[in-house]
């Protein structure tokens, strides 16, 4: 059976986004281009498998996060995994006092689920994950977009758990002050007002 006629149309179409969606990542465009053309390459090879029960785009995305996967141990070693000198050290002392309270209120985020719907919180939270230092975003993105296991992690990474545990939490407490200043607070872009 042969794919509808536009159907390479519509998978050239989803290129830029899932080349986007591959950088954000693998922080690498060469590693990210190979990655999409290699899934583009096996949504062309087997339409058929393309069942129409999700979107194009839900189903090309599968394919390419097990394309990021393959990318990421096929150059494992030439990932950093040097840990950066700002690895949030005084980031819990800033943020928790000594009781392991929040030091300072923390505003109402509303319904998180609604805000997920929102394009412009994907577009920000895209952004505070850039700015992630370079192993702790590395790391955000393995266990949490591509959803690899925590154990698959450590053996690519060359880390203990315990490591990789301490990492993820200091990434996550970069995300949400980042995204406290640049979605929840008032006068952001998807502020209270």
């Not at 996060?65 to 393959?70: F, P, S, T, Y």
């Not at 990474?157 to 301490?166: C, D, N, Q």
Request: proline fraction near 5%; charge should be negative.
């Amino acid at each position: 059976m042969s794919p509808h006629p536009d159907f390479h149309q519509q998978l050239e179409s989803l290129r830029p986004a899932l080349l986007k969606y591959a950088k954000l990542q693998l922080r690498n465009p060469a590693w990210a281009e190979d990655a999409v053309s290699e899934t583009l390459l096996a949504a062309i090879e087997k339409p058929q498998s393309f069942a129409g029960t999700s979107q194009l785009k839900t189903w090309l995305i599968g394919i390419l996060k097990h394309k990021l996967v393959d990318q990421i141990r096929r150059n494992s070693r030439e990932l950093s995994t040097s840990v950066s000198t700002d690895d949030g050290e005084d980031l819990d002392d800033l943020l928790f006092a000594a009781d392991g309270h929040w030091r300072e209120a923390q505003h109402d985020w509303g319904n998180p689920e609604d805000a997920l719907r929102q394009v412009d919180f994907m577009k920000v939270l895209e952004a505070c994950v850039e700015k992630l230092p370079g192993q702790q975003g590395r790391l955000f993105m393995m266990r949490e977009w591509l959803e690899l296991e925590s154990d698959e992690i450590c053996k690519e990474l060359a880390i203990t758990p315990t490591k990789l545990w301490v990492m993820l939490h200091r990434a996550r407490l970069r995300l949400r002050e980042c995204l406290q200043m640049g979605w929840f607070s008032p006068g952001a872009a998807g502020g209270a007002n």
